[in-house]
């Protein structure tokens, strides 16, 4: 082996480290053990998929939005996503969650309680309201 292939190899070996990897597929077994999890454990975060799926925090990542986009879990709330369909409902609940919990609920009651203005603001606009009895009566005799 000559100098100059021993000086480009060893060149390109440390800067291998320094240029964007190419996203790696998600492998099905991924997701479908992660649909497991979420919904056994009726939550999601990133950490918990690094540590049962022993991948790294951007592939944990990529799963967690692929479950997202899938219907799986619903759209994170201080770091945590809460299973759409969770397979264990009869257990008590983890008193570590009940805070997550209260932060889901009340975005699906700001999302609800949005949708309901709205839909009374297009209901009123389609809706005349009856004339008083002064107001249709015109001009007074005096």
Same mark, same amino acid.
């Given at each position: 082996?000559?100098?100059?292939?021993?000086?480009?190899?060893?060149?390109?070996?440390?800067?291998?480290?320094?240029?964007?990897?190419?996203?790696?597929?998600? $492998?099905?077994?991924?997701?479908?053990?992660?649909?497991?999890? *979420? =919904?056994?454990?009726? !939550?999601?975060?990133?950490?918990? +998929?690094?540590?049962?799926?022993?991948?790294?925090?951007?592939?944990?990542?990529?799963?967690?939005?692929?479950?997202?986009?899938?219907?799986?879990?619903?759209?994170?709330?201080?770091?945590?996503?809460?299973?759409?369909?969770?397979?264990?409902?009869?257990?008590?609940?983890?008193? $570590?969650?009940?805070?997550?919990?209260?932060?889901?609920?009340? *975005? =699906?009651?700001?999302? !609800?309680?949005?949708?309901?203005? +709205?839909?009374?603001?297009?209901?009123?606009?389609?809706?005349?309201?009856?004339?008083?009895?002064?107001?249709?009566?015109?001009?007074?005799?005096?």
């Amino acid at each position: 082996m000559n100098r100059r292939f021993f000086l480009s190899t060893l060149s390109a070996l440390l800067a291998a480290p320094a240029l964007p990897a190419m996203a790696a597929p998600i $492998a099905q077994r991924h997701i479908t053990t992660a649909t497991i999890i *979420a =919904r056994s454990h009726n !939550r999601c975060t990133t950490d918990m +998929l690094m540590r049962h799926l022993k991948v790294p925090r951007d592939m944990a990542n990529r799963i967690q939005t692929q479950l997202l986009r899938q219907g799986v879990i619903t759209p994170p709330v201080a770091g945590v996503s809460l299973a759409s369909n969770p397979t264990n409902t009869h257990c008590i609940p983890n008193e $570590a969650m009940q805070p997550n919990n209260l932060l889901q609920k009340a *975005a =699906r009651l700001k999302d !609800r309680l949005e949708r309901l203005a +709205l839909q009374g603001e297009d209901e009123s606009a389609d809706v005349t309201l009856p004339r008083t009895r002064t107001e249709s009566s015109g001009p007074a005799d005096t």
